[in-house]
T-cell receptor, first 111, second 117 residues
Framework: KQEVTQIPAALSVPEGENLVLNCSFTDSAIYNLQWFRQDPGKGLTSLLLIQSSQREQTSGRLNASLDKSSGRSTLYIAASQPGDSATYLCAVGSGYSTLTFGKGTMLLVSP | DTAVSQTPKYLVTQMGNDKSIKCEQNLGHDTMYWYKQDSKKFLKIMFSYNNKELIINETVPNRFSPKSPDKAHLNLHINSLELGDSAVYFC????????????????FGPGTRLTVL
């Protein structure tokens, strides 16, 4: 059974810092990995999708990497801004293309 | 131009009642899902439908019954509601079925917060 772990559970940084969120998964037989953002009381916004054959994906200030063999992914956020404050969720696609989620990293970027 | 929409956004009801949550996607996707986010914010798959056919049914009580009248809609009906059903329910969709694998990016609706009193 796939299990997804995200570290740290919470992170607080001053504006402008670069930061890394970590995700690990137990079963490397995955189709893809998605990073989402969830704002309080809101739905999930897809940030990046990394296919199982890819090593990384970039979107603006976000860069996500995937090392399938070691069961790890990282989300790098450059030059963090207060508007980046949210919970970031890592989800692994496997089986019947359903997603297994981690418990998230709650990020607070202070001005 | 909402991609995945859900109604209602909030639902407050008494124990024992029956309620439904509706989901619609206008993305032309083949697969739709229901996820449950519990009080600890943990998201877990409940059901997956591909072209109106049930693909996945996780360990969900049979009081929960999804219904897909067409490819763009997946509704969730819940019978005999219990206190433990209180959660946020998210609908999602993705372009492909099982064969789509790596390309199957999922898009989520805004969620329905269900409170059972």
């Amino acid at each position: 059974k796939q299990e997804v772990t995200q570290i740290p559970a919470a992170l607080s940084v001053p504006e402008g810092e670069n930061l890394v969120l970590n995700c690990s998964f137990t079963d490397s037989a995955i189709y893809n990995l998605q990073w989402f953002r969830q704002d309080p009381g809101k739905g999930l916004t897809s940030l990046l999708l990394i296919q199982s054959s890819q090593r990384e994906q970039t979107s603006g200030r976000l860069n996500a990497s995937l090392d399938k063999s070691s069961g790890r992914s990282t989300l790098y956020i450059a030059a963090s801004q207060p508007g980046d404050s949210a919970t970031y969720l890592c989800a692994v696609g496997s089986g019947y293309s359903t997603l297994t989620f981690g418990k998230g990293t709650m990020l607070l970027v202070s001005p | 131009d909402t991609a995945v929409s859900q109604t209602p956004k909030y639902l407050v009801t008494q124990m024992g009642n029956d309620k439904s949550i509706k989901c619609e996607q206008n993305l032309g996707h083949d697969t739709m899902y229901w996820y449950k986010q519990d009080s600890k914010k943990f998201l877990k798959i409940m059901f997956s439908y591909n072209n109106k056919e049930l693909i996945i049914n996780e360990t969900v009580p049979n009081r929960f019954s999804p219904k897909s009248p067409d490819k763009a809609h997946l509704n969730l009906h819940i019978n005999s509601l219990e206190l433990g059903d209180s959660a946020v329910y998210f609908c999602a969709s993705s372009p492909y079925g099982l064969a789509g694998g790596p390309y199957n990016e999922q898009f989520f609706g805004p969620g329905t917060r269900l409170t059972v009193l």
